[in-house]
Every structure is written in structure tokens, then in C-alpha cells.
């Protein structure tokens, strides 16, 4: 990424009404309905209050960033009532602004314009306004962010008088929404710098609404997508590393990949697996800030990642064969980590951080066989009490028989809809479509169908950024069924166990790898899930309890994070502010989310 600062601006018009009248002790009072009124009073006698301005932010990350920071307003209100049209000759836009205490539960944030104009005589007035973002309003959405509370009173102050001249309401309608889209610019140097600068700001400013709508207008404009603005498998998100591949070959005939990430040696080395259908492209997003940049920025100078067996950038997965979570734990992480040891030396302290299907077969791994010195292991949503909706549950019953026997697909993949023809992917679009009506992306909609039962199923849409939902079928790739048959074995056993007991190489397989766990030593553990986890709800706070009533002397922590869901908890663009540093403090010996 370039170490100069990139700039965003945008222009944008709001039109409303404003009651006029310097005497009514009424314009005082700050809240909803009073606004409301004076907006009536206004329209009702003509009074119209409008305006153009252009926002200007010079550093989009600091914006971001630091709530105290604010962006240049230029531009000009428009108000007969007071002196025609009014230039800005000072005008700040600020977007973090705190609520007010007895608002704070409910209120998530406020923008704030503050404009010092000067009329056609060369009298001062100044107009104030504001709009609320209430948590938990998804419904409202668009109401609250095109709904300005206004308030106008003479001379120029950042506090108003106890009269003001004039209270109202101005709004953002949809075609000023639409116009507002293209007005976007950006000073940065590279088609990824300008996407991102837009991805910072239209997640933060317009938040599910942004989330909803910005793709749709987004893909008109050809210069940021008539082209990939992130190549497929890229390490451009990880600067300033070494970055190695180490390929190696299992037992059993497969040839499995890791990739460094090294900026300087450790004794801390990290070890990351990814889940079901993805990839080492979940932790080096160059979207936002990804796992292994934040890692490295943060001290930890050697991180490996792990594509197994199920990874989306291979293609083993689009193939019928007869893989279970078995074979990943005795012949994919073993040598993995052997290799990784001969790399490092015997006195490197190793940290896991493993997520999904990948935290199931790291569980399962350490229950088959003892690592010396690994020092802690992260697990994300699941690992040995597999626990999944009615819905998931009878979608793992019946998804293998009716994909491979009826349907006659090896695999199921968010590509589907683009493949040609019949294909199945063609006609489950629409629906799937009937049944998620939360955004128009059908990948979004397969990777649902795929896992979980929420809508969407794998995240929350006001984690991810546009950019990141807009290339979903790069991230996620295509899986064969047999998978499936074993989670579906593990979750109705109730906790994790061999799809078929027996041996696996020199490796005999227990009849409950829960057990299995619980007999072996075993290095610090933490336990994450979103509390909006919909793929494998409260399966983790399941696993904790259980852990904490076996082994009383078992260093294990349970982290639930409020407002997240599954994948969004590596993949979500804020995941280095709201997430990270709570792995950072289990890694450093401190309480998780600390």
C-alpha cells in the first residue's frame, strides 16, 4: 500500500424545510418533535432550505480512524428567508461525533455539519445539522442517514444561541443518493487505493445502506469494475515481508502447500489454518488491514498459513473422493507442523490461530498426537462440540445424497450461477434469491445454501466491506460432499468422532476425540465465536463448558464477540480494530478481548 496520504471527496445535496421565526422559544428544544414541526410549519409556508456541498477528507485512514478529525465542507446553502444564497466561508463535516450520555445505548453514531455562511448583504449566519444511527434499526436505515435535523441561527458560533432564527428538516432523497455515488474521487495512485478509500468511508458513513445499495450503483462505473481490482490468490495485502512457498506431500498421495510471511526471526512463530472451501486469501485480504499484516505490524515477525486439503486453491475438492476431517488431522497438520519446526528450530514457541472446519481438524490433530512447544491454539466458531441449526441439520442429512445421486454434481461452489447452461447454480438462483432478499449477489446467496441458516449465513453484510462481498466467489471456492457426512456423523453424535475408527498411518483413531483431547496435555486454549454466529451457533460456549467441567486444570478462555458472526470475525473490514487485538492479548498472556 502507498505511504501517502489518499484523499476522498464527494459532493452532496440535501433538500427540506425550515420554519423562520427569531421569538419561538420552541426552536430551543433538541429533539425529534420539534423538528418534525417546524419542518411542517415550513413546508407549509414555503420555506425552503437547501444545499450543495462537497465533502473533502485529505487522509481517508486518519479520517477513519481518529473521531476527532474532521473534513473540509465547501459549498453553498440556499434559504430565501435568510438572504438568498449563502456561501460557506468555514464548514466542517464530522463523522464519529459522540452522542449524548442518556443516548448512548442506542444511538451507534452522529455526522455533524457545522457552516459558516455569509448572505448576499455580508451578514454572518450559521447553519447546524446532524443525523443519528441508531443500533439494531436495520428497518430504518435509510430514513436515518438521508435525515438532516437543522437549526439556523445569525452571527457565526459553534454553539447555538438560546433562540435560533430557524429549525427544520432537510433530506437525502434516492435520486441525490444516486448522484451523490458518482461523484466520488480519490487521489489514490492505484485502482485498489481509490476502491479502498471508498470501502473505508461507505462502510462507516452509510453502513448497511452503504452495504445494500453501493454495489449496485458501484458496478455502473467502469474504471473501478469493468476490471479486477484484486487478482485471485494475490500476497499484495502482506508488505514489506519475505514471502516463501514450502509445498509438501501427505502420506496418503496429495501434495499440500504452506506460505511464510517473515520480516524477522522469532521465537514466536504463528501458525494460521483456514476452513471448509477457503484459503490463505482469508487472512491477506489487501482490502483492510488482514491477520498477517496486523500480526507482523504488531511484533510477531514469523507467520506461516496452511493451505490443506480443503482449500479453495485446490482443485482436490472439485473431485468426488472420499476426504474426511480424519485424514486432514493425521496427514495434513502433522507434517505441516513438522516442517515448519525443521524451519524455525526446536526452541520457537508455535501459536495456532485456526478457524472453522480448519479448528475442527486442529482439535482432532492435537487429540491423535502431542506438538512440542506449541504455546497456544485460537479456535474460531467450532472445534469439538460440532452444534448447528434444524435448518443446517437437515442440510447436512440430505445435501450429499441429493447433490451426488439426483443432481449428479461432484461439488457445490458460489461459482455455480456463472457456469453455463442447465447448470445448477442457473436455475437455484432465483430461488435462492426469493429466500435472501438482504443483498443481490447470488455467491452470497450459495454460500448460504451452502452453510448455516441466516441471512446471510457466513457473516454479517455490515462486516464486510463492498469491495470483499464483491468478489465473495474468489474467496470461497467449491467442496465435495463427503465432508458434509462427516460433520453431519459428528453433530449428530454430539460432539467430534472418527467417520470410521481405525488406524490412519501410524495413528490409531479414538472413539471420541473429545476424550481423546481431554487425556493429553495441552497449551493454552481460546474458544471465539461471534455471538451472530450462524453456521455453528453457540458450538464453542458449548465446548468451553465442557472443557471447564474435565479438566478443571485446563488453561482454556471463551470470547464471545458481540455484532459478528463467523467469517466476518478474519474477513470483516474492521476485524484489526474490533477483533485482532483480542488475539493479540491471548497471544501476549492477557485475558482474550482485553
Same mark, same amino acid.
Given at each position: 500500500?502507498?505511504?501517502?496520504?489518499?484523499?476522498?471527496?464527494?459532493?452532496?445535496?440535501?433538500?427540506?424545510?425550515?420554519?423562520?421565526?427569531?421569538?419561538?422559544?420552541?426552536?430551543?428544544?433538541?429533539?425529534?418533535?420539534?423538528?418534525?414541526?417546524?419542518?411542517?410549519?415550513?413546508?407549509?409556508?414555503?420555506?425552503?432550505?437547501?444545499?450543495?456541498?462537497?465533502?473533502?477528507?485529505?487522509?481517508?485512514?486518519?479520517?477513519?480512524?481518529?473521531?476527532?478529525?474532521?473534513?473540509?465542507?465547501?459549498?453553498?446553502?440556499?434559504?430565501?428567508?435568510?438572504?438568498?444564497?449563502?456561501?460557506?466561508?468555514?464548514?466542517?463535516?464530522?463523522?464519529?461525533?459522540?452522542?449524548?450520555?442518556?443516548?448512548?445505548?442506542?444511538?451507534?453514531?452522529?455526522?455533524?455539519?457545522?457552516?459558516?455562511?455569509?448572505?448576499?448583504?455580508?451578514?454572518?449566519?450559521?447553519?447546524?445539522?446532524?443525523?443519528?444511527?441508531?443500533?439494531?434499526?436495520?428497518?430504518?436505515?435509510?430514513?436515518?442517514?438521508?435525515?438532516?435535523?437543522?437549526?439556523?441561527?445569525?452571527?457565526?458560533?459553534?454553539?447555538?444561541?438560546?433562540?435560533?432564527?430557524?429549525?427544520?428538516?432537510?433530506?437525502?432523497?434516492?435520486?441525490?443518493?444516486?448522484?451523490?455515488?458518482?461523484?466520488?474521487?480519490?487521489?489514490?495512485?492505484?485502482?485498489?487505493?481509490?476502491?479502498?478509500?471508498?470501502?473505508?468511508?461507505?462502510?462507516?458513513?452509510?453502513?448497511?445502506?452503504?452495504?445494500?445499495?453501493?454495489?449496485?450503483?458501484?458496478?455502473?462505473?467502469?474504471?473501478?469494475?469493468?476490471?479486477?481490482?484484486?487478482?485471485?490468490?494475490?500476497?499484495?495485502?502482506?508488505?514489506?515481508?519475505?514471502?516463501?512457498?514450502?509445498?509438501?506431500? +501427505?502420506?496418503?498421495?496429495?501434495?499440500?502447500?504452506?506460505?511464510?510471511?517473515?520480516?524477522?526471526?522469532?521465537?514466536?512463530?504463528?501458525?494460521?489454518?483456514?476452513?471448509?472451501?477457503?484459503?490463505?486469501?482469508?487472512?491477506?485480504?489487501?482490502?483492510?488491514?488482514?491477520?498477517?499484516?496486523?500480526?507482523?505490524?504488531?511484533?510477531?515477525?514469523?507467520?506461516?498459513?496452511?493451505?490443506?486439503?480443503?482449500?479453495?486453491?485446490? +482443485?482436490?475438492?472439485?473431485?468426488?473422493?472420499?476426504?474426511?476431517?480424519?485424514?486432514?488431522?493425521?496427514?495434513?497438520?502433522?507434517?505441516?507442523?513438522?516442517?515448519?519446526?525443521?524451519?524455525?528450530?526446536?526452541?520457537?514457541?508455535?501459536?495456532?490461530?485456526?478457524?472453522?472446519?480448519?479448528?475442527?481438524?486442529?482439535?482432532?490433530?492435537?487429540?491423535?498426537?502431542?506438538?512440542?512447544?506449541?504455546?497456544?491454539?485460537?479456535?474460531?466458531?467450532?472445534?469439538?462440540?460440532?452444534?448447528?441449526?434444524?435448518?443446517?441439520?437437515?442440510?447436512?442429512?440430505?445435501?450429499?445424497?441429493?447433490?451426488?445421486?439426483?443432481?449428479?454434481?461432484?461439488?457445490?461452489?458460489?461459482?455455480?450461477?456463472?457456469?453455463?447452461?442447465?447448470?445448477?447454480?442457473?436455475?437455484?438462483?432465483?430461488?435462492?434469491?426469493?429466500?435472501?432478499?438482504?443483498?443481490?449477489?447470488?455467491?452470497?446467496?450459495?454460500?448460504?445454501?451452502?452453510?448455516?441458516?441466516?441471512?446471510?449465513?457466513?457473516?454479517?453484510?455490515?462486516?464486510?466491506?463492498?469491495?470483499?462481498?464483491?468478489?465473495?466467489?474468489?474467496?470461497?471456492?467449491? +467442496?465435495?460432499?463427503?465432508?458434509?457426512?462427516?460433520?453431519?456423523?459428528?453433530?449428530?453424535?454430539?460432539?467430534?468422532?472418527?467417520?470410521?475408527?481405525?488406524?490412519?498411518?501410524?495413528?490409531?483413531?479414538?472413539?471420541?476425540?473429545?476424550?481423546?483431547?481431554?487425556?493429553?496435555?495441552?497449551?493454552?486454549?481460546?474458544?471465539?465465536?461471534?455471538?451472530?454466529?450462524?453456521?455453528?451457533?453457540?458450538?464453542?460456549?458449548?465446548?468451553?463448558?465442557?472443557?471447564?467441567?474435565?479438566?478443571?486444570?485446563?488453561?482454556?478462555?471463551?470470547?464471545?464477540?458481540?455484532?459478528?458472526?463467523?467469517?466476518?470475525?478474519?474477513?470483516?473490514?474492521?476485524?484489526?480494530?474490533?477483533?485482532?487485538?483480542?488475539?493479540?492479548?491471548?497471544?501476549?498472556?492477557?485475558?482474550?478481548?482485553?
Amino acid at each position: 500500500m502507498s505511504s501517502a496520504p489518499v484523499s476522498l471527496a464527494f459532493t452532496e445535496d440535501m433538500h427540506g424545510f425550515c420554519h423562520f421565526d427569531g421569538n419561538n422559544q420552541d426552536f430551543g428544544r433538541d429533539d425529534q418533535q420539534c423538528y418534525e414541526h417546524a419542518f411542517q410549519q415550513g413546508q407549509s409556508q414555503g420555506r425552503a432550505v437547501k444545499f450543495r456541498l462537497t465533502i473533502q477528507i485529505p487522509d481517508i485512514d486518519r479520517f477513519v480512524k481518529d473521531p476527532k478529525l474532521c473534513a473540509e465542507a465547501i459549498g453553498k446553502v440556499e434559504a430565501d428567508a435568510a438572504g438568498g444564497d449563502l456561501k460557506v466561508e468555514k464548514g466542517t463535516f464530522n463523522l464519529f461525533v459522540q452522542p449524548a450520555s442518556d443516548q448512548a445505548s442506542t444511538i451507534a453514531r452522529e455526522m455533524h455539519y457545522t457552516l459558516y455562511l455569509r448572505n448576499q448583504k455580508g451578514e454572518p449566519w450559521t447553519f447546524y445539522g446532524y443525523k443519528t444511527v441508531r443500533d439494531g434499526a436495520m428497518a430504518e436505515v435509510w430514513d436515518q442517514t438521508t435525515t438532516l435535523y437543522t437549526r439556523l441561527w445569525k452571527g457565526h458560533s459553534d454553539k447555538a444561541p438560546d433562540k435560533v432564527e430557524a429549525q427544520g428538516i432537510l433530506h437525502l432523497t434516492a435520486e441525490d443518493f444516486a448522484r451523490q455515488l458518482t461523484t466520488f474521487r480519490s487521489s489514490g495512485r492505484t485502482i485498489l487505493e481509490r476502491a479502498r478509500a471508498l470501502t473505508l468511508f461507505g462502510g462507516e458513513f452509510m453502513g448497511n445502506l452503504w452495504q445494500s445499495y453501493a454495489p449496485g450503483f458501484m458496478q455502473s462505473e467502469p474504471e473501478l469494475w469493468s476490471k479486477v481490482a484484486i487478482p485471485v490468490h494475490t500476497d499484495r495485502g502482506v508488505s514489506e515481508a519475505t514471502i516463501t512457498h514450502h509445498p509438501f506431500d +501427505t502420506r496418503d498421495g496429495l501434495t499440500l502447500g504452506l506460505q511464510r510471511f517473515q520480516r524477522k526471526p522469532s521465537d514466536d512463530v504463528i501458525v494460521i489454518l483456514h476452513g471448509l472451501t477457503t484459503s490463505t486469501d482469508m487472512f491477506i485480504m489487501p482490502e483492510h488491514q488482514n491477520l498477517v499484516e496486523y500480526l507482523l505490524d504488531e511484533g510477531y515477525g514469523d507467520v506461516w498459513s496452511l493451505d490443506w486439503r480443503g482449500s479453495g486453491r485446490y +482443485t482436490y475438492n472439485l473431485e468426488p473422493h472420499s476426504f474426511t476431517l480424519d485424514d486432514v488431522a493425521a496427514y495434513d497438520i502433522p507434517p505441516a507442523l513438522e516442517k515448519i519446526r525443521a524451519a524455525v528450530g526446536p526452541k520457537a514457541r508455535l501459536h495456532i490461530i485456526a478457524h472453522c472446519v480448519g479448528g475442527i481438524s486442529t482439535m482432532l490433530s492435537m487429540a491423535l498426537q502431542s506438538f512440542p512447544g506449541l504455546e497456544s491454539v485460537t479456535i474460531n466458531s467450532v472445534g469439538l462440540t460440532p452444534r448447528v441449526s434444524t435448518w443446517s441439520r437437515l442440510k447436512l442429512m440430505f445435501a450429499p445424497f441429493l447433490v451426488e445421486k439426483v443432481l449428479r454434481y461432484p461439488y457445490v461452489s458460489p461459482r455455480m450461477p456463472q457456469y453455463p447452461g442447465l447448470a445448477l447454480g442457473k436455475w437455484l438462483v432465483p430461488v435462492l434469491a426469493l429466500f435472501h432478499r438482504e443483498c443481490r449477489d447470488p455467491a452470497c446467496h450459495f454460500i448460504s445454501f451452502m452453510w448455516g441458516s441466516g441471512h446471510p449465513a457466513a457473516y454479517q453484510h455490515s462486516n464486510m466491506s463492498v469491495l470483499t462481498h464483491s468478489r465473495l466467489a474468489d474467496l470461497f471456492g467449491g +467442496t465435495s460432499m463427503n465432508y458434509y457426512r462427516h460433520i453431519s456423523k459428528m453433530v449428530g453424535n454430539g460432539q467430534a468422532c472418527p467417520m470410521k475408527p481405525g488406524a490412519r498411518g501410524d495413528l490409531t483413531l479414538p472413539g471420541s476425540y473429545l476424550d481423546a483431547f481431554c487425556q493429553k496435555k495441552q497449551p493454552r486454549l481460546l474458544l471465539i465465536s461471534g455471538r451472530e454466529n450462524h453456521i455453528f451457533p453457540g458450538a464453542n460456549r458449548v465446548l468451553y463448558e465442557e472443557l471447564k467441567k474435565r479438566r478443571a486444570d485446563l488453561a482454556v478462555r471463551y470470547w464471545e464477540v458481540p455484532g459478528y458472526g463467523h467469517q466476518d470475525i478474519f474477513m470483516g473490514q474492521h476485524a484489526a480494530r474490533d477483533i485482532f487485538p483480542g488475539l493479540l492479548a491471548f497471544l501476549q498472556g492477557k485475558e482474550a478481548g482485553v
